[in-house]
Structure formats: C-alpha cells, structure tokens
C-alpha cells in the first residue's frame, strides 16, 4: 500500500525555523510531484509548495522567501525547510503524492499523508 508520513512538526516561535519531511513507502519518487498543504483550524486547505519529479519546485505567495521545499530520491523523502515562520503559518501540514504540481488545487493527488502539526506562537 502506497504511503506518505508526514514529520517534524512542533512549536515554534515567530521567527524560528522547522524542517518538515515526507517519506514515501511503496514507491519511489521519480514519477510523482509531491505537493505541500496546510490546513488551519476552520479553515480551508491551502497550497503550500510542490516539487516535481525533476526538481522543479512552486510555492504560494505567502511562502516565498521563506519555505523551500527539496527531495532526495535516494530516501524517498521530500523536505519542506520552513525559516522566518510567522503566527499565520499554523496549521496541519500534509504532503499528497500527484502525477503534477499544484498549489492551487488538490484535485490531482493521488495519495495523503496524515499531517504534522505546526504551530508557530510566542
């Protein structure tokens, strides 16, 4: 069975870093984008980042300058590196496995992990 599990999540405070990781079992990362996701409380899911298959990588607005996203296919293990986090970045953060990158929509993904929870307070 395909699976994604999702790590690194923490408290942090406004200013500080975390690095999030996404391990795949199953399969390896060379055909699918892996996409970045959060989820506040009550409020809707939202794009974060995504990496293709080849090292392209996206990111929302709000994220730029401050989060990026990596992947070592050796491990089959995709990084979101999270700097400057600010209160507005909490969330539970999930990673889906898709045929192609989006940060708009979650239609494409095929696979989810069961999220992290980041909190970023002082």
């Known amino acids: 069975q395909v699976q994604l599990v999702e790590s690194g999540g923490g408290l942090v405070q406004p200013g500080g870093s975390l690095r999030l990781s996404c391990a795949a079992s199953?399969?390896?990362?060379?055909?699918?984008?892996i996409g970045w996701f959060r989820q506040a409380a009550g409020k809707e899911r939202e794009g974060v980042s995504c990496?293709?298959?080849?090292?392209?990588?996206f990111y929302t607005d709000s994220v730029k300058g401050r989060f990026t996203v990596s992947s070592d296919n050796a491990k089959n293990t995709v990084y979101l590196q999270m700097n400057s986090l600010k209160p507005e970045d909490t969330g539970v953060y999930y990673c889906?496995?898709?045929?192609?990158?989006?940060?708009?929509?979650?239609?494409?993904?095929?696979?989810w992990g069961q999220g992290t929870q980041v909190t970023v307070s002082s």
């Open positions: 889906g496995a898709a045929l192609f990158c989006s940060t708009k929509d979650y239609s494409g993904y095929d696979y």
């Open positions: 990496i293709t298959s080849g090292g392209s990588t």
């Open positions: 199953e399969f390896t990362l060379d055909a699918y984008a």
